[in-house]
Nanobody
Framework: QAQLVESGGGSVQAGGSLRLSCAVS????????IGWFRQAPGKEREAVAS????????YYANFVKGRFTISRDNANAWRYLQMNSLKVEDSGMYYC????????????????????WGQGTQVTVSP
């Protein structure tokens, strides 16, 4: 059984919105910092946002601040990424992942900090 499953990707025009969801099936993962990442073709995977296990602290990459919001549900089984004012350059595969070192993110977590990944969901933004 996949431990992290992303959904909600799709195609949208620039300026539109999408909401990505990450189902966190393992209880141990729900007690850890979780992040969203993205990767465009030919580019390295990059951090988008991170959220602490309790949801009290969030961190964002500069290029999404004011446009994207990371959150969790009350049951702690889902992590979300609300994406507004989408740009063409936001296109790519989006992944959620679990921070290997615990509950608190402390900062925006990078791909090398994570040890469990979902399969990704594709986001395509057209002009």
């Amino acid at each position: 059984q996949a431990q992290l499953v992303e959904s909600g990707g799709g195609s949208v025009q620039a300026g539109g919105s999408l909401r990505l969801s990450c189902a966190v099936s393992q209880y141990r993962d729900r007690d850890r910092c979780i992040g969203w990442f993205r990767q465009a073709p030919g580019k390295e995977r990059e951090a988008v946002a991170s959220i602490s296990a309790a949801g009290e602290a969030t961190y964002y990459a500069n290029f999404v601040k004011g446009r994207f919001t990371i959150s969790r549900d009350n049951a702690n089984a889902w992590r979300y990424l609300q994406m507004n004012s989408l740009k063409v350059e936001d296109s790519g595969m989006y992944y959620c992942a679990v921070y290997r070192d615990g509950t608190y993110c402390a900062e925006l977590r990078r791909p090398r900090d994570m040890d469990e990944w979902g399969q990704g969901t594709q986001v395509t933004v057209s002009p």
